[in-house]
């Protein structure tokens, strides 16, 4: 018997080993404990219809780059054209054509199945893989044109980077007090300011107001959008009057140009914070919160200890001692009634209460366990106290009449009589001498 025959010869089911594939059900290409890439939810397989029903909300995405297909790829090697941001009107002309051998839009349908990737993407797969030119959703062959694009990529001349070159060279640059240089066009159009950590922040848009002296805004952003910087004023003399940070703190300046100063500053929960002083000595004077509570603050720049706080109630708290050693003095009510305290900070007690009609209402004991222990009324009464806090009780009660004139202040046997018949005529003891 041949090889060919024993193989083919029919076997019995019962001394057959059948081997089971495993169940593949559960496997995805799809990480699930990897965090996406997007905060949004995108595809990735894009048709031109699905290009053209696109929003902000569900965005077109590229499956190369997985950038979104509204813009040109932001890699270098991969972009096709020069073109910046819409909103950057005021870059040079020049800076506004195709890149050497890139001609055309930045997307482009790929393939039979009406699949779209941005043209550098689609150029860099026969660039980089020409034996795999193929769309990376579908497996179908890319469009020729793609090749004919990659051959004009391969063969332009390198242009670009001399170009660029001598634009940059063109460029006016003006370095302000704290070493930032501020770049404009030959117009003295502002295009960025590069600082010395290595932020280069672009401008991305210019509003002309003619009714206003022609001063010019103009916004200024990071290339990830972490740091806007807002400026106005005549042209090449722009002014920072605005700074909004990543997290919705936002800056505001005041001052001529490299010489603002920042009068306040407002975070994104509600708090507002007010400065006072020059460029770089700005102190902190006031904050404001959003339940309408505001501290004011006293002292130089990195050293204002708080003062006064008020509240929405209408009561007033006064502290003093330096920042962070702050201690209350008193509480001013609205009803008038002034309380006092005594102590160091977080251990402040109540020593005296003074009421809007004049009377006093004096304590003792540590904070918490205060307890009334004189009370003086405006008609010259006087009241003491025994007994453990909440428990106070009237021990004795006087009169201390006023004297009747200058001379009664210094003589203590006037007083004694006048006490005396305050009391109904018992004379009260002198003090030991």
Request: aromatic share 8%; net charge negative.
């Amino acid at each position: 018997m041949s090889l060919l025959d024993a193989l083919n010869k029919p076997r019995c089911r019962s001394k057959v080993k059948l081997r089971m594939l495993p169940n593949l059900s559960g496997l995805s290409l799809v990480c699930p404990s990897c965090p996406p890439r997007n905060s949004w939810s995108v595809s990735t397989d894009t048709t031109l219809e699905q290009l053209i029903n696109s929003s902000d909300a569900d965005p077109a995405t590229c499956e190369v780059c997985l950038g979104p297909l509204s813009n040109d790829t932001e890699t270098d090697e991969n972009r096709w054209l020069k073109r910046p941001p819409p909103e950057t009107k005021q870059m040079p002309e020049s800076m506004l054509e195709h890149r050497p051998g890139r001609t055309g839009p930045w997307v482009r349908i790929v393939c039979e199945n009406d699949h779209v990737l941005h043209t550098g993407c689609a150029v860099a797969i026969i660039l980089t893989t020409p034996q795999a030119a193929i769309c990376p959703t579908c497996r179908q062959p890319l469009k020729e044109i793609f090749e004919q694009l990659a051959v004009e990529v391969q063969n332009a001349p390198p242009a670009a980077a001399d170009e660029a070159a001598t634009l940059e060279a063109a460029l006016v640059r003006e370095v302000d007090p704290e070493g930032d240089v501020w770049v404009y066009d030959e117009d003295r159009n502002l295009l960025r300011i590069e600082y010395e950590i290595g932020t280069i922040v672009s401008a991305f848009r210019t509003i002309e107001y003619p009714d206003e002296g022609y001063e010019r805004t103009m916004g200024l952003k990071t290339s990830d959008g972490s740091f806007k910087l807002f400026v106005k004023g005549p042209r090449g003399q722009e002014r920072k009057f605005r700074v909004e940070q990543f997290g919705g703190v936002v800056q505001h300046y005041e001052g001529p140009r490299w010489e603002e100063y920042m009068v306040r500053l407002e975070r994104p929960y509600g708090q507002v914070e007010h400065y006072l002083g020059p460029k770089g000595d700005e102190r902190l004077i006031r904050v404001e919160f959003p339940d309408a509570t505001v501290f004011y603050y006293e002292g130089l720049k990195g050293e204002e200890r708080k003062v006064r706080i008020e509240f929405p109630s209408g009561d007033v708290f006064y502290y003093e001692g330096p920042k962070g050693e702050e201690r209350k003095l008193r509480v001013k009510s609205p009803n008038g009634t002034v309380d006092h305290y005594e102590g160091p900070k977080d251990e402040e007690r109540v020593v005296r209460m003074e009421w809007s009609d004049g009377a006093v209402i004096y304590y003792e004991g540590p904070r918490g366990e205060e307890r009334i222990v004189r009370e003086e009324s405006p008609d010259g009464q006087v009241k003491h106290y025994g007994g453990p806090p909440g428990q106070e009780h009237v021990v004795r009660s006087e009169r201390r009449l006023p004297p009747a004139d200058a001379n009664d202040a210094d003589n203590p046997t006037r007083q004694r009589q006048r006490t005396a018949s305050s009391l109904g005529g018992a004379l009260p003891p002198l003090p030991p001498s």
